[in-house]
């Protein structure tokens, strides 16, 4: 497996103001898993319940996803219900069950070990580091954090930053981690945390990249409809390691493509509820719209 | 003249956690028409107050600005007090005197009426359209617009859309102006109330620009320190309306360019108090750092 990925799986309820889903194919491991899918080969570590069968397992290998890390447990699994604004920047959590992931303590198959590329989905800090112990010749590690972590165990984020080559965290959370509100010096004082490089998510505005040798700025891919954001920043995070680990390469050409690339995946994941459009997605069309990023890009010299 | 800019000359009184200035020279024409002058032959359209003095006029007839057009009045200048968080994004006015700009009637000079590019300040959208109507021949029209003249007079701001070629305002202010939370939306929509062209700024996150053929983002430029941003967005109007001038261009190649030199001018703007950094800014460090714009957005096809 040249990539692997810990996370959550769960089952979403989801109520935008383009309509709303049931109890659907969720979770961060998922999204990225089935972003990363496109690209790369990859195996995912998280847990489920009862309540995952045969045809929730299906999502995963049907898109040749390896799911010999995900474990059973009994009870239900990972459930979040949550609502949209019509401005879909805003969501409202209205429940959020751990139920098995309560308990999550991942075992990575012996198969998964030598894998290269390996990322830290958003979940305890204390997990991420044992995952990492686990998979201590990984070329490439990236990982994820949230608002929850950074103010309740401080600490246990910094040793996860030690442990990553490349964080992935929004504009809000960055300012949070560092203290400072201008993004640019939040940025450098990550880069002082451990990873040699940073990606700031920014919504519809973008994604930056900042490593050691100089920044670059994507734009949001002008979507005309967002039909559910859920999971966008996760598949952004998939598309962005499933390239990386496509290529075998981690230079700052490469995350800049990578970037690119997980802001295609970023985008497709709004256009459908759930994990639909991730699913239904042809490489071809991962290919058409990042040339048309880089249309969106382009000026004179 | 080449280039024609009407708008607001003003005092302003500014706090930021970087320190404060007191009644320094300011206004939305003030900073476009510094901004401008890097690139082309700009005459100011203003009026000012008794104390307005020889001092405050060798600002602008220092950088060659032509100031036939800013005509005096007996009173005093508009005047603007402001303080800023440390976030810059929130600002809080203090104080706002509209003094001898309650009563503008703005009148161009006969040299002025052949020039081929004209900017609409952001003042009352009825004296923008009688400008217009003033410079029939006037190639290529810009505008601004704010809030306020959306909330309090639609009918008018409509009349000045449809007057416009390019039309630069931030987010919100596209959302408001079409009631669309999605800025692609919006932008559609304000391409279908006139402007051939529409920038929406997205403050430290870019901006994009609109076009019949498409989409062009370009993000921000990554400033360590944000001093003061006080007329940033005024001088990314005339960075951008100032490069469109001085190459008598308007298709989307140039209009992508005027974007960048827009971008690049408002960061300088922001980088000290007031117009100081403008004033003393050389077109060697604009070509500098259009060409960290190129480094900044780079990546292969």
Redesign the interface.
């Known amino acids: 497996m040249s990539l692997i990925a810990v996370g959550s799986i769960a089952f979403d309820s989801i109520r935008t103001p383009h309509g709303s889903a049931e109890r659907v194919l969720g979770g961060a491991a998922t999204y990225f898993a089935l972003a990363a899918s496109h690209f790369s080969p990859v195996g995912v570590v998280g847990v489920v319940g009862d309540d995952f069968g045969a045809e929730h397992e299906r999502v995963f290998t049907e898109r040749g996803i390896d799911i010999a890390g995900i474990e059973r447990a009994p009870g239900k699994s990972f459930f979040w219900a949550g609502e949209y604004e ?3 920047n805003i969501r409202h959590t209205l429940t959020t069950e751990l139920n098995v992931f309560a308990s999550f303590a991942p075992k990575l198959p012996p198969a998964y070990i030598d894998s290269k590329f390996l990322f830290l989905g958003n979940i305890d800090p204390e997990l991420q580091c044992r995952v990492a112990d686990q998979m201590p010749a990984a070329k490439f590690v990236g990982g994820d954090t949230m608002n929850y972590w950074i103010a309740q165990q401080p600490d246990q984020v910094r040793q996860f930053l030690a442990r990553v080559d490349l964080l992935m965290i929004n504009d809000a959370e960055a300012m949070q981690l560092t203290g400072e ?5 939040a ?2 004082a990550v880069l002082g945390m451990g990873p040699r490089a940073l990606v700031i998510k ?1 919504g ?3 994604a ?1 990249l900042y490593t050691g040798t ?7 891919y ?5 039909c559910d954001p859920t999971g966008a920043g996760d598949s952004f995070a998939g598309g962005l390691m499933g390239y990386l680990a496509s290529c075998d390469a981690v230079d700052d ?1 490469a995350l ?2 990578a ?2 690339y997980g802001s295609v995946l970023g985008s497709f994941a709004c256009e459908r509820f759930g994990v639909e459009r991730l699913v239904q997605l042809r490489r071809a069309e991962v290919d058409q719209r990042y ?1 048309e990023f ?8």
């Open positions: 019509k401005n879909p509100v201008n993004l640019t010096r940025a450098r920014r519809e505005h973008g930056s100089g920044v670059f700025g994507a734009p949001g002008p979507l005309e409809e967002v050409a800049r493509r970037v690119i040339r880089v249309a969106l890009t382009r000026f004179d010299a």
